[in-house]
């Protein structure tokens, strides 16, 4: 197995291989390994894709294509606050491409991008089953609905303060 330490700290190796020895006689092992991967590096970087690969006697190219094909699997770093602007129908009407556009302003980011500081990572969805309050953000599991343009920079500011706290 590659040593994954380049993407992640020795420990975080550690246990990703533990879970690859742990899984990898039960058929089907694939899913279940790139979800623990993914909660003990927060992203698949192609590293930790390649061990998992070896470690399972398989090719790059087919976790490469489970990696790709499932969108709770992300390829890029998270932040540890993580956007994600709902940009459904109701919202969109509403206006959320507006709230979209300012977030990525006061962020300095684009949607899809992590903050340098690793503070917030910006996606966008299609429905948080919230279509009363739109627009809407969630930022982790927190629903802010009704949002404004003018709104955004005061949401993001409590969580740099907690960060400054």
Known sequence: MENCEACGTPEQA????AV???SKSTPGCLMHILQEAQ??????????QKT????????LSEVYGVVTFYSQFSLKPKGKHRISVCLGTACYVKG???ILSEIEKELGISCGECTEDGLFSI???RCV???????????GDEVYGKLTPESVKGILDKYRKEENA
Do not use: Q
Not at 14 to 17: G, S
Not at 39 to 48: D, E, R
Not at 52 to 59: K, R, T, V
């Open 14 to 17: 550690e246990k990703l291989k």
């Open 129 to 139: 089953g919230a279509c009363g309050l739109a627009p809407v953000m969630m930022i």
């Open 52 to 59: 998992i690969a070896e470690g399972l006697g398989i090719s």
């Open 39 to 48: 909660g003990i590096y927060g992203f698949l970087p192609m590293s930790v």
């Open 20 to 22: 690859i020895e742990e």
């Open 96 to 98: 959320s491409d507006k």
């Open 123 to 125: 996606d966008s969805c």
